[in-house]
């Protein structure tokens, strides 16, 4: 994306790519115009989501893989549990709550 040097310097400074998360980085293109775009290889950075965005995603991400791993707590040790043949498909299905 093209913008002026000053708002090239502010987002990549407060914004990461709206695609993968990755930072930002400006290449110059001439006097006061720069193109900002993101780091990642292959990225086609359609846009930018701001840090603070991302922070709150990612912890919201994490409290809900910590909430799934406990609420399959039960089912992962009976899944894994030694000295029992291995479940079949209609036997992870009933243990998860759907009838045949």
């Known amino acids: 994306m093209k913008l002026d040097r000053d708002q090239a310097g502010t987002a990549i400074e407060s914004q990461l790519c709206s695609n993968c998360w990755g930072e930002l980085t ?9 193109e ?23 912890q919201e991400q994490i409290n809900e893989m910590y909430e799934a791993r406990h609420a399959l707590a039960d089912l992962i040790k009976e ?16 243990m998860l709550g759907f009838s045949e």
């Open 36 to 58: 900002v775009h993101c780091i990642t290889e292959g990225c086609p950075c359609t846009g930018f989501v701001s840090r603070r965005y991302v922070e709150r995603r990612m």
């Open 26 to 34: 400006e290449q110059f293109v001439e006097a006061n115009v720069r």
């Open 79 to 94: 899944i894994t549990s030694a000295g029992k043949p291995d479940p079949s498909h209609k036997d992870y299905l009933k």
